[in-house]
């Protein structure tokens, strides 16, 4: 169960880090001339990144989806939180 939620968390932190690789994957097997729409990049990544963990999940640990998906969240969600952290102790002495 630890198993599956830490490549849940692994999941969720290499699908921004994982977006311009399969920006260009989309691009060449959809034949497409433009970039996607920044969301729609977004959302494949994460779930290209999300189907490669539940991939490994079923060969390396037991198959537990609620946890993949949880650690899948969490993955997303700590990056975004530490960053909203950050810039609040920043003052703003501009305003």
Not at 4 to 24: D, N, Q, R, S, Y
Not at 39 to 48: G, Q, Y
Not at 52 to 65: E, R, T, Y
Not at 77 to 90: D, H
Request: include cysteine; aromatic fraction near 6%; glycine fraction near 6%.
């Amino acid at each position: 169960m630890l198993g599956t939620f830490i490549l849940g968390l692994a999941a969720g932190w290499a699908a921004p880090h994982a977006e311009p690789h399969v920006v260009g994957a989309l691009k060449n097997v959809l034949k497409l001339d433009a970039d996607p729409d920044p969301v729609e990049a977004r959302s494949f990544a994460l779930a290209a990144c999300f189907v490669a963990a539940a991939i490994a999940s079923v060969l390396l640990a037991k198959d537990a989806a609620v946890t993949l998906a949880i650690g899948t969240l969490v993955g997303v969600a700590v990056p975004r939180l530490m960053q909203m952290r950050k810039s609040a102790k920043t003052p703003d002495y501009d305003s």
